[in-house]
């Protein structure tokens, strides 16, 4: 089987619930659809992550690490969270993000991830 991110993104003015009144339906449909990706065995890993504002970005690719406080690119979108599921194609893998972006109620987008190469091939 092959796995998949399926990362919800969150754009700048689009209206998004403020208080945890708002929140908690969509806390509880997670919640729903994080059990049935457990039920089923699509799931590997998931989480929800802290606004854009506690992003930190570090950038070794010269001599010395440069550390800087904020997200690597000035955007209107950002990453809210992710689910890291296993399913047999892709099909199968945008039935699954359907479900998430309705428990979220955000958009959500389908990655399949790299296959390893053999271990007797080098990387």
């Known amino acids: 089987m092959t796995q998949y991110l399926l990362s919800v993104h969150h754009v700048e003015g689009e209206p998004m619930p403020e208080t945890m009144e708002e929140m908690q339906p969509i806390f509880e449909a997670v919640d729903r659809f994080n059990d049935k990706l457990r039920a089923e065995g699509a799931w590997v890993f998931a989480g929800g992550l802290h606004p854009i504002s506690s992003a930190t970005t570090v950038d070794a690719t010269g001599e010395k690490p440069i550390v800087t406080d904020g997200p690597f690119a ?36 389908v990655r399949p991830f790299q296959d390893e190469p053999p271990a007797d091939e080098p990387a």
């Open 74 to 109: 000035e955007s209107k979108e950002w990453l809210g969270g992710f689910w890291v599921i296993e399913a047999p194609d892709l099909d199968a893998a945008l039935r699954w993000a359907t479900e998430g972006s309705r428990a979220c109620a955000g958009k959500v987008e």
